[in-house]
């Protein structure tokens, strides 16, 4: 079964860090981008970024809300992918999604894990 | 950065009902248009890729359709397990979704 589930999140306060994380089954993680999309509560999708695969050099790119403050990686050797996110603020709380991509849609989605940032 | 406009913000129909949603780009996209299903509780679930194509096991009752900066997405004939928000998304540069259209079922 092809599957993705986030792990990592939490209650921070303003200005804290976290790492979440993101394991993949099922398919060939390393052919695919990968995506993190967050949901604030009660709002709409918002694209955070994303890292190419391999093919692609690994590039990763950024909505501007977070450019400087969160960073994507991968460990393809553990099917897996992780959003390092530092000087968070009260806007970043949200539930925090990745996706699989294949570089035009999301085709596969895990169910989230929730960030939540306040003193 | 591209916006995306969804119209309307939410809508209510009927069971049978005809139904759709209209998708506008700020600037031409092409056809680089994805629609997404969203219920209560639950992760999107990607509908209608590259604006008109079906992924397995999306039923023939969801179409896309259009190009450049407008596009729409239609239910054929509305079931009961359609209610649910519905979120356009341009892949022409990254990514940015729509704001939703939450439909409800009279």
């Known amino acids: 079964e092809v599957q993705l589930v986030e792990s990592g999140g939490g209650l921070v306060q303003p200005g804290g860090s976290l790492r979440l994380s993101c394991a993949a089954s099922g398919f060939t993680f390393s052919d695919h981008y990968v995506e993190w999309v967050r949901q604030a509560p009660g709002k709409g999708l918002e694209w955070v970024g994303r890292t190419r695969n391999k093919a692609h050099s690994y590039m990763t790119e950024y909505a501007a809300s977070v450019k400087g403050r969160f960073t994507i990686s991968r460990d393809d050797s553990k099917n897996s992918l992780f959003l390092q996110t530092d000087s968070l603020k009260i806007e970043d709380t949200a539930v925090y999604y990745c996706?699989?991509?294949?570089?035009?849609?999301?085709?596969?989605w895990g169910k989230g894990t929730t960030v939540t940032v306040s003193s | 950065d591209i916006q995306m406009t969804q119209s309307p913000s939410s809508l209510s129909a009927s069971v049978g009902d005809r139904v759709t949603i209209t998708c506008r780009a700020s600037q031409s996209i092409l056809s680089f248009l994805n629609w997404y299903q969203q219920k209560p509780g639950k992760a999107p679930r990607l509908l209608i890729y590259?604006?008109?194509n079906l992924p397995s096991g999306v039923p023939p009752r969801f179409s896309g359709s259009g190009s450049g900066t407008e596009f729409t997405l239609t239910i054929g004939s509305l079931q009961p397990e359609d209610s649910a928000t519905y979120f356009c998304q341009q892949s022409f540069v990254l990514h940015s979704f729509g704001q939703g259209t939450q439909l409800e079922i009279k």
């Open positions: 996706a699989r991509g294949g570089g035009w849609y999301m085709d596969v």
């Open positions: 590259t604006t008109s």
